[in-house]
């Protein structure tokens, strides 16, 4: 899914409800420079996983580590594809995992070595889309719920902001704060969220994707 819709937070929910230890990498933190440090940080977390059972690894980020390379002849490129070979290696070598389950999450799934999505490594794929009318108006309300609002009309609030993402629609919510407070206000009004939308719209241009833009 595109930055912003929510790829980890779903992961959290994921392990909250499954009442799991949660374990949250971020895939370029296990590219090392230093020969053999990926691959040891990888045995060592998939070590702690184990240890910690039932848990879930959440790989943010995995094509950082996990995309097709043309040319593995650099140093660095090389430790990537160590790593990365480390990586299967633990999902389905000789070690069982256990109670122990793997999620990832990517922007570029188009870059993805089909290594590691064939059968027995990461093959559930779900797409996570952009929010639907409806979700945008939810996300709206979760973000200003504790908000002090008068007269917000949400609906025309959902109408502007077609194809913003959670993450977004998160900063226009405190954007909209933010606009009361320098006016001295107490109470936020939906004009304040008009001038949210509105800033960041001028900020990355009408034109653009305003995807991920605080995610």
Do not use: W
Request: aromatic residues 6%; glycine residues 8%.
């Amino acid at each position: 899914g595109l930055p912003g819709t929510g790829k980890t937070l779903l992961a959290k929910a994921v392990a909250t409800s499954a009442d799991c230890t949660f374990i949250e990498i971020v895939a370029s933190e296990l590219v090392q420079k230093f020969i053999g440090e990926g691959a040891k940080l990888v045995r060592d977390i998939f070590k702690l996983a184990r240890e910690k059972a039932p848990s879930i690894i959440f790989i943010d980020e995995i094509d950082a580590l996990a995309a097709e390379r043309v040319d593995v002849g650099t140093s660095g490129e090389r430790e990537v594809h160590r790593t990365f070979m480390q990586l299967l290696t633990e999902i389905d070598g000789f070690h069982s995992l256990d109670n122990v389950k793997i999620i990832a999450a990517t922007n570029r799934f188009d870059i993805l070595d089909q290594a590691i999505l064939r059968p027995g490594r990461f093959d559930r794929l779900i797409e996570i889309p952009l929010p639907s009318e409806d979700s945008r108006l939810d996300i709206l309300k979760i973000h200003s719920g504790k908000m002090n609002l008068t007269d917000v009309d949400f609906k025309s609030l959902v109408e502007c902001t077609e194809g913003f993402s959670g993450a977004d629609l998160k900063a226009v919510c405190t954007e909209a704060g933010y606009f009361a407070i320098r006016d001295k206000r107490t109470k936020i009004v939906n004009d304040d969220f008009l001038s949210a939308i509105e800033k960041l719209n001028s900020v990355y241009g009408e034109e653009t994707d305003h995807v991920g833009m605080f995610g």
